[in-house]
C-alpha cells in the first residue's frame, strides 16, 4: 500500500525503507540498497537524502551513471547541502571526468566552506588533474593546436614520422625516457611544459639595439659626446662600430664582421667589439664560434677592468648559445656565471627555465619499469626474510625508477608499519590511494597504520572504504570488528585521550582557532 509522503504513516514508511536500505548498504547488499531506496523515493520523490543515499549504493555497485544522475538529482533538490555536490562529485570522479568534478566541488564549498570533505575533494582532483597535464603532456587535449601555434614545432609537424612519434609518446608515455635523445622530443616537450626557449630574448650591447638619434639631422655627429678627447685610434674604432651596427641591423651579416674586426684592430682593448662580433655569429646561429669569441671578449675585459655588467653580458650569451642547442646543462652553469657577475631578471628566469627542463629531463631518463620491477621484487625477496629496512630501500628505488605505480608505495608502506614508522606508512598509502583509487590494498594498509596508532575510529573508516569496493574483503571486515573491539575495551585516562586527541591535525585546526582558545581560557577560570 502507498501513502503520500505529507501523511505521518507516509513518513513513518519512507523512513522505514530508508532504514532498510541503510543497512543492506553497510552490509554489502547493494542490491537490496538500491531497491528499498527507490521504493523510498516513490513515496516520497523530492527527498535529497533518499537520492544522496541510492547515489552511494549506485557507487558501490560501480554504476557510476546511475549514481552521477542521483548526485544531480540531489543538488537540484537542495542546492545548499554539501553532500550532494560530494556525490556528484564522487561519480564525476570514478568516470574519470576530473574537471568537472572540480568545478562540484568548488560550487559546494561556496555553499559549505568548512566542509572538509569537499576540502579534501578538492585538493585531490587538483593534484590529479595537475599530475595529469605534467606527467603525459603528449595527452593534452589541445596537443596540436599547441605545436601548431609554435614556430619551433609548427614546421615538424609537416613530417609523418615527426607525427608517427608524437602519436606513439601519446599512447606509450613510458617511451618518453628513450627518446630523448632525439632533439625533436626535447623541443616538444619545452613547447607543451610551457617553458619559452624558442624566443630568446638576445641581451646585447646597447650599441646594437638601441634606434638611431631622433633627430636625423644629426646623424653625422660625433657619436661619443667626449669624442675629441679620445685617442685617434678610438675614434676610428668607434666609426668602424657604428657602421657595424648599421650592417647588423639590416642582417648583412658578412659586413658587419668586417666593420667589427676592423674595430677590433683599432682598439683592440674594448671587449665590446668582440661581443658584437659574438652577436652576429649567434644570429647566424654558429654558436661554436659565438662562445669562442665571448670567451676571448671576457678575458680582454678582465685584463682592461671592464665593467662588470659587460662581462655579464658575454657569460649570458654563452648560455643562451647553450639553450638554442637545448644544452641545459652548460647553459644553466653559464647563466649562473653571468648572475655571478651582475644579476638581472631576463637572465635569472632563463636560468630558471632552463634548470626546469634539465631537472625533468634527468627525471624522465631515470625512469625505468623494467628496473623498478627488479627492485620490487628484491624488496619483497628483503621483506619475505624480515629484513624491512633493506626492503624499504629497494623500493624507495623502485619508486624512484617509477613513480606512478601505487603498488610500490603501498609495498613500502608495509615496511614502515613493520618498522613502527606509522607517519611515513599513512602517507605512502595516501600516494598509492591517489595513484589509483581502487587499489584496495592501499586503504587496508592505512587502516593497519591507523589502528596500530589507537586511532580506532579512523582505521574504521578507511577499512569501510575497502569494503565499499570489495564486500568481501576479509582483511577489512575483521579490521573493521577488532576497531571495534578496541574501541569497546579501550580504558584510557583522560591524560592519554587528551595527548592522542592533540595530536590530530584536525583537533589541532579546531583548537588553534582565536575562539576557541577564548573558550579554553574562561573554562581555565572557572575551575581556578
Known sequence: TLFRSGTARGMEAVNELKEKGNQALSSGNLEDAVKFYSEAIELDPKNHVLFSNRSAAYAKKREYKKALEDGCKTVELKPDWGK?????????????????????YEEGLKYEPGNQ???????????????????????????????????????LLNDPSYKALIEQLKNKPSDLGTKLQDPRVMTTLSVLL????????????????????????????????????LPENKKQALKAKELGNEAYKKRNFEDALKHYEEAKTLDPTNMMYITNQAAVYFEQANYEKC????????????????????????????????LKEEKYKEAVQFYNKSLAEHRTPDVLKKCQQAEKILKEQERLAYINPDLA????????????KGDYPQAMKHYTEAIKRNPNDAKLYSNRAACYTKLLEFQLALKDCEECIRLDPTFIKGYTRKASALEAMKD???????????????????????GVKRCMMSQYYRSDNPEDVKRRAMGDPEVQQIMSDPAMRLIQEQIGRVHV
Open 194 to 229: 610551457g617553458v619559452d626557449l624558442g624566443s630568446v630574448d638576445e641581451d646585447d650591447d646597447e650599441s646594437l639595439t638601441s634606434p638611431p638619434p631622433p633627430p636625423p639631422a644629426k646623424k653625422e655627429s660625433k657619436p661619443e659626446p667626449m669624442e675629441e678627447d
Open 84 to 104: 550532494g555536490y560530494s556525490r556528484k562529485a564522487a561519480a564525476l570522479e570514478f568516470l574519470n571526468h576530473f574537471e568537472e568534478a572540480k568545478k562540484t
Open 291 to 322: 662562445r669562442e669569441l665571448c670567451k676571448q671578449a671576457i678575458e680582454v675585459g678582465r685584463e682592461n677592468r671592464e665593467d662588470y655588467q659587460q662581462i655579464a653580458k658575454a657569460y649570458a650569451r654563452i648560455g643562451n648559445s647553450f
Open 456 to 478: 580506532f575510529t579512523k582505521a574504521m573508516d578507511v577499512y569501510q572504504k575497502a569494503l565499499d569496493f570489495d564486500s568481501n574483503c576479509k582483511e577489512a571486515t575483521d
Open 117 to 155: 570533505q569537499l576540502k579534501e575533494g578538492l585538493q585531490n582532483m587538483e593534484v590529479r588533474l595537475a599530475e595529469r597535464k605534467f606527467m603525459n603532456p603528449f595527452n593534452a587535449p589541445n596537443l596540436y593546436q599547441k605545436l601548431e601555434s609554435d614556430p619551433r614545432t609548427r614546421a
Open 373 to 384: 620491477l627488479e627492485e620490487k621484487n628484491k624488496g619483497n625477496e628483503c621483506f619475505q
